[in-house]
């Protein structure tokens, strides 16, 4: 990003020839004289246009927040520095900002190949690093836990979590949480006078006097939900990043 920003000596408009210019000031002078033609990105234009960071590849695959991503292709690569100069021996990895359950990496063919959160068959829905680190902060974390359990069980507080939000059973907490995390509808909750509530896989705790119908008002774990109760949103829009059919759109 900076290159474009940065005015480069070679970089001279006729007009101001004392001047050196900035890559982006260089193009926006010749592009009122020869036009553009507009070309259409491909999926692999897509992949590379992700926000990149480095990571290293150890022998349990990719760590980045506490989330682990691997694959069987990154067998050869584990515990191996990368050949690139000037990384510290840690690979480029590309991300989706607005849902991390997959990465892309650059192995030594050049191309950029899919690298699988381990749990993402359970979590259904997309999810970002505010959210999940949300989770992080409020879910319990038992520390006979080894790291393993431990992700295990913030990707299903995570899981829980989605899935209160996008049936109705989420606390206006909860809502504004995945509201600013996607820009997909979030279904208004059943009971909108719980301002309040467990924002994690912890149940609510409610006192006898309120009977059995409060604590249905507040069902935390919808795999327990009564049959008729739970009517999940339709899951269009919740499939994976694809950045060929991105293109295809276009």
């Not at 480095?54 to 506490?66: D, K, L, R, S, W």
């Not at 950029?112 to 680190?133: A, G, K, M, S, Y």
């Not at 301002?195 to 507040?218: I, K, L, M, R």
């Amino acid at each position: 990003m900076h290159y474009h920003h940065r005015p480069y000596e070679g970089l001279r408009h006729p007009l101001m020839p004392r001047k050196a210019l900035t890559p982006n000031q260089m193009w926006a002078a010749l592009i009122t004289v020869a036009g553009y033609v507009p070309v259409p990105l491909t999926g692999r234009d897509y992949l590379e246009l992700l926000p990149v960071r480095c990571q290293a590849i150890t022998p349990a695959g990719i760590t980045i927040h506490h989330r682990t991503y691997d694959a069987d292709l990154l067998a050869p690569y584990r515990g191996q520095a990368s050949p690139v100069a000037g990384r510290g021996g840690k690979w480029e990895i590309h991300y989706n900002p607005h849902d991390a359950r997959q990465i892309w990496i650059r192995l030594t063919d050049g191309e950029l190949t899919e690298i699988p959160w381990i749990h993402r068959d359970h979590v259904h829905q997309p999810f970002n690093d505010h959210t999940w680190q949300h989770i992080r902060t409020h879910a319990h974390h038992n520390h006979h836990d080894d790291s393993q359990q431990h992700e295990a069980h913030l990707a299903d507080a995570l899981d829980q979590l989605l899935r209160r939000v996008h049936s109705g059973h989420a606390t206006k907490t909860e809502q504004a949480l995945l509201a600013r995390a996607t820009t997909a509808p979030i279904p208004t909750a059943r009971h909108p006078q719980h301002d309040t509530g467990p924002t994690t896989d912890e149940p609510a705790q409610h006192s006898d006097s309120q009977g059995a119908d409060s604590e249905n008002d507040s069902i935390d774990d919808l795999d327990d939900a009564p049959d008729g109760d739970f009517s999940p949103n339709p899951a269009a829009g919740f499939g994976l990043y694809n950045a060929h059919e991105e293109a295809d759109r276009w």
